[in-house]
C-alpha cells in the first residue's frame, strides 16, 4: 500500500541508512532556564527503543515540552547528551537532526494547498516532482485526505489541519517523530477518534514516537511506554498497565488513573496501617522500610467492595455527596466521617443517591501503601 515510501526506504538503506538504529537516548540531559535556579528538565535518564511510542506526561510546567523541544535542537542542552540511534546530536542543528515534528497548533502554511503543505519539505529538499507526488497521494491516501489535496487550511475543519500536519511529517520518512500536544485543539468526540488513528498509524508505519500531553488518559491509551515527569525529574517510565498497578510513588499513584487513587493519611501501630476504621495490615519488610509512623493508604475507585451503612466489616463509613452516572458505569463521591473525600466505582445505572449511607471496604490485592516522608511505595506483601 507504500510502495513509493518502501522504495524511498529501501533507497535509503543502500545510501548507508539504518532504521533499525533509530532509537532516542537521553543521558544525563538538563536545561536551566535562565533566570531560574531549578533545572526545567534535571538530569533525565530514558532510552526509547526503536519504533516505540512513548508518551511524556506530566502536570503544566514539569518539564515534558522542554523535554521534547531538546530533542529537536529547539532548546539547547545545558548538561549531558542525547542520542539518535548511535549518533550524539546534542550539539546538532535541528535541520539535521532527521525528525520530524507535529505541533499543537499544526504550522500549516495558509498560502498553500494540502498537497503543497504534505509536500513542502520535498521540495525543498529537491526530492524529484514525480517522485514527490507519489508521496504526497500515498501520504493522503493513509490519511483519508485524497479529497482534499486541492484544499487551503481555511478550508479544513481542526482534525482534517491535523492529519495534514500529520502527513508532512509522514512523506519526510525521519528516524523519529516528535508530537506535542497535536490534539489539545480539538473537540472532545474528536480527540478520542484522532488519537485512536494515531496510535494505529504509528504502529503501522513502526517509526519511534515522542508524544507529549498533559492528558493522562491519552497518555495511557496511546503509548507502548509512559514517561511521567514532575518538575523535571522523570518519576517513573513504564507501560501503562504497569503505571497503573504499581505506581513507585505517591506522585505518580495520584496523577495516573482518572479518577485519582484515593489517599489517606494513616498512622503505623500494632495492628497496621490505621486510617478511622481501616486497618491495613502490615508485613516485616514494609516495616523495614518506613522511615516514620506515618504512611500513605491508596485505593484505585475500582478497588472496593461497596456495602450497606449497616455493615459490620472493617471497612469505612461514607456520607454520598455526587453520583456520577456514565451508562455502564458509575462514580460515587461521598466523604467520610471526618470529611476525608473518597470515591468508588460501581455499575452503571445505580440505584446509590446524595445522601445515602454506604461502606466501603479495600480489595486486598487493590490496596497500597506509601511512605509518607519518602512518597516511595512501600514493598507489596
Known sequence: ????????????????????????????????????????????????????FLVLVGPSGCGKSTTLRMLAGLEPVDGGTIFIGDRDVTRVPAKDRDIAMVFQTYALYPHMTVAENIGFHLKISRVPKEERAQRVDEAAALLGLEELLA????KLSG??????????????????????????????????????????????LAVTTVYVTHDQVEA???????????????????????LFAAPVNLFV???????????????????????????????????????????????????????????????????????????????????????????TKTEGMTTIDRGDMISLTPRTESVHLFDEVTGARLTAA
Not at 536545561?31 to 528538565?41: F, L, Q
Open 151 to 154: 484544499r487551503k487550511p481555511a
Open 159 to 204: 482534525g482534517q489541519r491535523q492529519r495534514v500536519a500529520m502527513g508532512r511529517a509522514i512523506v519526510r520518512q525521519p528516524q523519529a517523530f516528535l508530537m506535542d500536544e497535536p490534539l489539545s485543539n480539538l473537540d472532545a468526540k474528536l480527540r478520542v477518534q484522532t488519537r485512536t488513528q494515531i496510535a494505529a498509524l504509528q504502529r503501522r
Open 1 to 52: 500500500m507504500l510502495p513509493t515510501l518502501a522504495r524511498s526506504i529501501g533507497r535509503r538503506l543502500a545510501e548507508g541508512y539504518d532504521p533499525a538504529m533509530a532509537t532516542v537516548s537521553f543521558d544525563g540531559a538538563s536545561r536551566t532556564y535562565t533566570g531560574t535556579d531549578v533545572p526545567a528538565v534535571d538530569g533525565l535518564d530514558l532510552d526509547i527503543a526503536d519504533g516505540e
Open 253 to 343: 499513584a495520584g496523577f495516573i488513573g482518572s479518577p485519582a487513587m484515593n489517599l489517606f493519611p494513616a498512622t503505623v501501630t500494632d495492628a497496621g496501617a490505621t486510617f478511622a476504621s481501616l486497618v491495613v495490615p502490615l508485613t516485616p519488610d514494609q516495616r523495614s522500610e518506613l522511615t516514620s509512623d506515618k504512611v500513605r493508604i491508596g485505593v484505585r475507585p475500582d478497588g472496593w467492595v461497596l456495602g450497606s451503612a449497616e455493615s459490620t466489616d472493617s471497612g469505612l463509613q461514607a456520607t454520598v455527596e455526587v453520583v456520577e452516572e456514565l451508562g455502564t458505569e458509575a462514580f460515587v463521591y461521598g466523604t467520610t466521617d471526618d470529611d476525608t473525600p473518597i470515591v
Open 220 to 242: 495511557m491509551t496511546m503509548g507502548d511506554r509512559v514517561a511521567v515527569l514532575d518538575k523535571g525529574v522523570l518519576q517513573q517510565c513504564d507501560t501503562p498497565r504497569a
